[in-house]
T-cell receptor
Framework: AQKVTQAQTEISVVEKEDVTLDCVYE???????LFWYKQPPSGELVFLIR??????QNEISGRYSWNFQKSTSSFNFTITASQVVDSAVYFC????????????FGEGTQLTVNP | DAGVTQSPTHLIKTRGQHVTLRCSPI?????VSWYQQVLGQGPQFIFQ???????GRGNFPDRFSARQFPNYSSELNVNALLLGDSALYLC???????????FGPGTRLTVL
């Protein structure tokens, strides 16, 4: 069975600090997809990134970067120079190839960026 | 293009009642998924539909059912509501060939 663990329940930082959100996953499949979503207080899940299991290249998008390491089954998310608008709950999710598009989510990390 | 739309935004029901939630996917997307998110937890998969056929079902009782229409919109039905059904119900529109899911704003259901 697939599982996603986000060990950090809450993180609080001061604006302009860098912050890394951890994600560890478990799967028996060799083909799978990893995702990060942002959920602001409004409740809508906002898609941030999709990564397939064959692509271990790290990705950078503006202040966001992602580090995928199959050897440790981790897909960590770093926000550089955090801003108050980054405050939200962040979810890591896993989709196994062959299971359709069923997403298994972690429990989420509440990030609070203080001015 | 418009994003995923869901209706209603909020809903209050009493135990034992029935509820229908609606979702319209992004134009061109033929697949939708439904998730239940209880406060303080991650979303849990309920159903996936593609081309009006059920593609997957999560670990939810038979009180939960869904369908997809020819225009790819979808309904989630929940019968005999329980207090524990109180949650945010999220619909996702799935982009083919990428499996990327784009979520709607959700319907917040409160069961009293």
């Amino acid at each position: 069975a697939q599982k996603v663990t986000q060990a950090q329940t809450e993180i609080s930082v001061v604006e302009k600090e860098d912050v890394t959100l951890d994600c560890v996953y478990e799967t028996r499949d060799t083909t799978y997809y990893l995702f990060w979503y942002k959920q602001p207080p409004s409740g809508e899940l906002v898609f941030l990134i999709r990564r397939n299991s064959f692509d271990e290249q790290n990705e950078i998008s503006g202040r966001y970067s992602w580090n995928f390491q199959k050897s440790t089954s981790s897909f960590n998310f770093t926000i550089t120079a955090s801003q108050v608008v980054d405050s939200a709950v962040y979810f890591c999710a896993l989709s196994e190839g062959g299971s359709g598009s069923r997403l298994t989510f972690g429990e989420g990390t509440q990030l609070t960026v203080n001015p | 293009d418009a994003g995923v739309t869901q209706s209603p935004t909020h809903l209050i029901k009493t135990r034992g009642q029935h509820v229908t939630l609606r979702c319209s996917p992004i134009s061109g997307h033929k697949s939708v998924s439904w998730y239940q998110q209880v406060l303080g937890q991650g979303p849990q998969f309920i159903f996936q539909y593609y081309e009006k056929e059920e593609r997957g079902r999560g670990n939810f009782p038979d009180r939960f059912s869904a369908r997809q229409f020819p225009n790819y919109s979808s309904e989630l039905n929940v019968n005999a509501l329980l207090l524990g059904d109180s949650a945010l119900y999220l619909c996702a529109s799935i982009k083919q060939n990428t499996d990327t899911q784009y979520f709607g704003p959700g319907t917040r259901l409160t069961v009293l």
